[in-house]
């Protein structure tokens, strides 16, 4: 068996998406590699049966490292993950890997026994106690993200007082310039790591957040999730919804059709096209600054904005996410709406270290 060594050095999302990769060796070419992943998200990569994590910093001997680059800006229509994959192809072709088609639209995190009977013991979490887990902070290098504070202030109090759940907001000071506080919620910013992130994800009812590496994560965990997306990205590039999972479901091969049928589509409010019908085009632009179409706020109006957006991601309500909410707490509450572990025993060694999957898709 050869070992492959890939390395990797970047943000977690990168390292989320990356794990696409020694699943699909694993499966499409089964017993012919073993791989080793150099990492600094070690996390990620815990309980993953594909790969090894090693530091960074760790001598691996003779083994030639296979670097791994970020996808740019996609050329053709492919998701992310794809994307990831072929980009694993470019690097690794020189090992006899020729093709790595994506067998499952998600990517592959696993949680061991404890962390999916537990959640982790904060101050208003604890087990027993259904959330909703909420990310809204927003970065300065990616402020074209923010969505305005009061809007978040609406669905957290919308939580607290007209459902029997909780809503929990989480954030780190070193990934978020900012992080809204709110009343009523729980306060888990700049407390939670990032595998408890993953720990709580697992045990929560859903999760509401912008773009980035959360929504990544719920898809692998298979939860629902709530993304205030505006249009700055091609739903086709990084989604995890419905008409995506119908995409790629006819291109799966049949040996892997019950995974396809075990996602959870994910519901993306924005699609506006706000930019488009003006001639601008959007993809890429992560500052507000580079942003042609902003809302500013309008101190005279009370229910207008307090910051400046992109009119995209103005143009969403708090009206919407909630409703969204209620869409799924809907479907989760009819009958053959399940969570369960697959079991599949040519990939996992121990079934009880898989994380759930809820069986049935969540239409738009």
């Known amino acids: 068996m050869q070992t492959l060594l890939l390395e990797h050095s970047g943000a977690p999302e990168d390292d989320i998406l990356m794990t696409v990769i020694p699943r699909e060796i694993h499966r499409h070419y089964p017993g012919k590699f073993r791989v ?8 990620i990569w815990y309980r993953n049966p594909t790969a090894t994590s ?14 791994i680059s970020v996808p740019g800006r996609p050329r053709k229509r492919q998701h992310i993950l794809q994307a990831y994959l072929d980009a694993a ?42 959330y909703w887990l909420i990310c809204a902070g927003w970065d ?9 504070a009061t809007n978040w202030q609406q669905v957290v109090s919308y939580l607290a007082m ?9 954030g780190s000071s070193e990934e978020f310039t900012t992080l809204p506080r709110f009343k009523f919620g729980v306060d888990l910013c700049d407390s939670a790591t990032l595998r408890e992130v993953v720990w709580m994800m697992h045990n929560a009812r859903g999760v509401i957040c912008t773009p980035g590496q959360y929504p990544h994560i719920a898809a692998a965990l298979g939860k629902p999730c709530i993304v205030i997306a505006g249009d700055i990205r091609p739903r086709w590039y990084e989604s995890y919804s419905m008409e995506m ?67 995209c991601m103005a143009d969403i ?15 989760m509450g009819e009958a053959g709406y399940d969570q369960r572990i697959i079991n599949s025993r040519d990939e996992i060694v121990d079934a009880d270290d898989v994380p759930g999957a809820i069986l049935a898709a969540v239409g738009e």
């Open 36 to 43: 080793m992943v150099k990492s600094n998200n070690a996390g």
């Open 54 to 67: 090693i530091p960074t910093e760790a001598a691996v001997g003779s083994i030639e490292p296979s670097i």
């Open 89 to 130: 192809v470019t690097a690794l072709r020189p090992y006899g890997i020729t093709s790595l088609p994506l067998t499952e639209l998600k990517p592959s995190i696993y949680l061991d026994t404890a962390e999916m009977k537990n959640t982790p013991s904060h101050d208003g979490v604890t087990q027993g106690i259904p």
């Open 140 to 148: 300065t290098k990616r402020s074209i993200y923010a969505w305005d």
């Open 162 to 170: 007209n459902t029997q759940y909780l809503a929990v907001y989480f």
């Open 245 to 311: 999972i119908k995409r790629y479901a006819p291109a799966v091969d049949d040996k892997y059709e019950p995974l396809a049928r075990s996602l959870v589509a994910h519901k993306y409010i924005g699609g506006f096209e706000t930019c488009k019908t003006k001639g601008h085009e959007c993809y890429g632009v992560n500052m507000l600054k580079d942003c042609d179409n902003i809302t500013q706020p309008n101190p005279a109006n009370l229910q207008s904005p307090r910051m400046q957006q992109a009119s």
């Open 317 to 331: 309500t708090y009206h919407q996410v909630i409703k969204a909410i209620k869409m799924y707490e809907e479907k």
